[in-house]
């Protein structure tokens, strides 16, 4: 019979629904039971597509024995981390505390309170490598539940006194200047992999943040060692097995510093992210690998990720079935030479096998191969290379697919947003934009109430509980700021300024500018949760002074600019000791130090002049330059007011800094007044 998880909209929770566990999603009435039983929580913290969430699962929480356990003794919750990434932070942060170390699926035992006492991630059904099983775990906090209810006490209270204590100190109240950018350049060099790109050692990420301020480094400065290591790291991971050589899009990171043997689920944000940042590449080099990523991963985005209702799904797991009933990592994706052959025939599969590095001793697990590009020297017939690999995304399409997590999350959807929007003008790719534009429409319909304020997730049309998170107002407002740049229609300025209203009212303390993740009338947890650091995705601080600066840029509004500006104290706390951490921070101080410009561009809209100088003014390199487009007479976006025509023709003014440059019909003038 299905338990309390049967109503929920989180694909992880539905997941569980039929576990003999009495699960309760994350509420009051929760916490009222616990309360009112005199039992502890279980809280268990995870993520549809991730692996070892579904392997504990299946020992676990399938177990009837486990199961009668909990039922008796626990108040057991289940928590989409992607659904309330701010319960998630705040008890991964007790146990990074506690333990050193993190990750999902997350398991914490709260009192009643919600204050947590014991911790862990992954429990084991039996005892392994000194970790205690999971059985052996609920018996001993049980007992200490039952016989040292004191002691569990205090022990709550401190770490919720520690948690109290760890209130973000702001850094310095100044800007990040010259000094700091440079040094944070210096500590990335320090951290660089020359010999396969990316920083640091396995496991690998991709480090799309840090490469998009890198780009900007060297299109304010010329340094040529900044874009160097971008474009290096780019080609090696393009080249890697973390990308997906037949279908597009990246994978979430390589277990290798080679980039070799991916972990296989694919989500949103990655995507969105790298897709804007390989076209961004292509902005500042005309690389063709750019190109061509950017545009797979764009078209991968809309092909495998879309919804019914226009949004973007959350992610593609790791795990399918690998024919034969069992549920195995990277089933999907992964050859042999065997199979190449069955395929494609003898002649074709060796041609496929070295250009793929597909190998008999296998690059993965079982004698398979994850798909490279391991070539870079050597001519290929390219007609011969485009059938292979046709045939094979073919075949591939037959095998049982990874499952999808469907929920529609604001901020990521946000990400696709900006990165559609610009893949598409950049190379000339309407039905792209009309995809950003889809899941715009999606966000303000469903997830926009009548107040702009933001729900977190929806899925299949239906809207969740959950309210908005800073980096969804941020990412959002990321998203419909690059739409009106793309497209000139005023409205998505609009909306974006109802968003960033909300960051200066619900999520900036009023004395220091400190930005807090949750809003202030937000459901009170034990701390309310704050982190500048930017990990998988920008965090909701770096993001929100990014989407403040440019709409200051587009509209003149002085108290988002001045938010934007006290909110990149951190990065100058934190840019030179951490940039691995903080990319998101360190490329909007780019856009900071350089203005950024404002591109207003004049004329018929339909004039083939206009449009050229638009598209010259979206191919600027110089970072985080806005750009409006109208008709002389509009009042689409305020950048345009009282812009005229010279001479009669399509017009382009450049300003920055309260300074504009004379203005121009001469687009070769306008490329070279943007750095490009």
Same mark, same amino acid.
């Given at each position: ?40 929580? *279980? ?10 969430? /579904? ?6 929480? =399938? ?23 701010? @319960? ?21 035992? *709260? ?30 906090? /049980? ?10 006490? %205090? @022990? ?22 010259? =000094? ?19 920083? &640091? ?51 979430? !990171? ?35 690998? #750019? ?41 999907? !994706? ?8 069955? +395929? ?38 390219? %007609? ?13 399409? %037959? ?10 999350? #604001? ?39 009548? /107040? ?31 739409? #009106?740049? @793309? ?14 209203? /909300? ?36 965090? &909701? ?9 440019? !709409? ?45 410009? =404002?591109?207003?561009? +004049? ?68 490329? =070279?007044?943007?750095?490009?």
């Amino acid at each position: 019979m299905p338990n309390r998880l049967a109503h929920e909209t989180s694909p992880y929770l539905l997941q569980h629904a039929d576990n003999p566990v009495d699960w309760w999603p994350w509420s009051a009435e929760a916490f009222e039971e616990a309360r009112k039983s005199g039992k502890p929580v *279980l809280l268990s913290v995870g993520y549809s597509s991730c692996h070892w969430c /579904h392997v504990m699962a299946h020992e676990s929480f =399938e177990d009837q024995e486990t199961a009668d356990f909990l039922n008796a003794h626990f108040v057991s919750v289940k928590v989409d981390r992607e659904e309330r990434p701010d @319960v998630d932070a705040v008890y991964m942060e007790a146990v990074q505390a506690a333990t050193g170390q993190g990750g999902w699926p997350m398991t914490v035992f *709260l009192t009643p309170d919600a204050e947590p006492f014991y911790f862990g991630t992954y429990f084991p059904p039996a005892p392994r490598q000194g970790s205690p099983s999971f059985r052996q775990v609920l018996e001993g906090v /049980h007992s200490a539940w039952t016989d040292r209810r004191d002691e569990v006490a %205090e @022990v709550a209270e401190k770490i919720v006194r520690d948690l109290a204590g760890r209130e973000i100190a702001f850094g310095d109240t100044e800007v990040p200047g010259e =000094e700091d950018l440079a040094g944070a350049l210096l500590g990335l060099t320090r951290d660089y992999d020359a010999g396969h790109g990316g920083f &640091g050692g396995a496991p690998k990420f991709p480090p799309s943040m840090a490469i998009e301020f890198l780009l900007r480094h060297h299109a304010r400065t010329g340094s040529e060692g900044a874009l160097q290591m971008a474009a290096d790291t780019c080609e090696r991971m393009a080249r890697g097995g973390i990308y997906d050589q037949l279908g597009g899009g990246f994978a979430r !990171y390589s277990v290798d510093r080679e980039w070799v043997v991916p972990h296989f689920e694919k989500m949103l944000y990655d995507n969105a992210l790298l897709c804007r940042v390989y076209a961004h590449l292509w902005r500042s080099t005309g690389s063709d690998l #750019a190109r061509r990523v950017a545009l797979e991963t764009a078209d991968f985005m809309v092909r495998e990720l879309r919804t019914n209702e226009g949004g973007f799904a959350s992610a593609l797991d790791a795990d399918s079935d690998d024919g034969s009933g069992r549920h195995v990592e990277g089933a999907y !994706y992964v050859w042999t030479p065997a199979q190449l052959v069955e +395929v494609l025939g003898e002649q074709d599969a060796e041609l496929a096998a070295d250009y793929f590095g597909v190998t008999e001793e296998g690059t993965f697990e079982e004698g398979a191969s994850v798909l490279q590009l391991p070539q870079s020297e050597g001519v290929f017939d390219a %007609e011969r290379i485009a059938s292979i690999r046709a045939r094979l995304l073919e075949a591939r399409g %037959e095998r049982p697919a990874p499952g999808r997590d469907d929920k529609v999350v #604001a901020a990521w959807n946000g990400l696709a947003v900006a990165a559609l929007a610009e893949t598409g003008a950049y190379f000339d790719r309407p039905d792209l934009i009309e995809a950003a534009l889809g899941a715009a429409d999606l966000l303000v319909r469903l997830h926009l109430d009548e /107040h702009a304020r933001l729900a977190r997730t929806s899925k299949d049309g239906r809207v969740g509980a959950n309210a908005g998170v800073l980096e969804d107002y941020a990412d959002v407002s990321e998203g419909f700021l690059a739409l #009106a740049s @793309v497209t000139g229609e005023g409205v998505w300025l609009e909306f974006a300024g109802f968003l960033l209203d /909300h960051v200066l009212v619900q999520f900036t303390d009023e004395e220091s500018g400190t930005l807090y993740d949750t809003a202030a009338d937000a459901e009170k947890l034990i701390r309310r949760p704050q982190d500048p650091t930017d990990n998988a995705t920008p965090s &909701g601080w770096s993001a929100a002074a990014g989407a403040l600066l440019s !709409y200051a840029a587009q509209t003149g509004a002085e108290p988002h600019r001045a938010a934007a500006e006290r909110a990149l104290g951190v990065v100058k706390a934190l840019g030179p000791r951490a940039p691995r951490f903080i990319g998101w921070g360190l490329a909007t101080a780019e856009a900071l130090l350089d203005g950024p410009r =404002e591109v207003a561009v +004049v004329g018929p809209v339909d004039d083939p002049a206009t449009k050229e100088l638009h598209r010259a003014a979206l191919l600027a390199t110089a970072p985080g330059a806005v750009v409006a487009v109208g008709a002389p007479d509009s009042d689409e976006l305020p950048l345009l007011a009282e812009r005229l025509l010279v001479s009669g023709e399509p017009t382009a003014y450049v300003c920055r800094n309260f300074t504009c440059d004379a203005p121009t019909t001469d687009v070769d003038r306008l490329r =070279e007044a943007l750095g490009r």
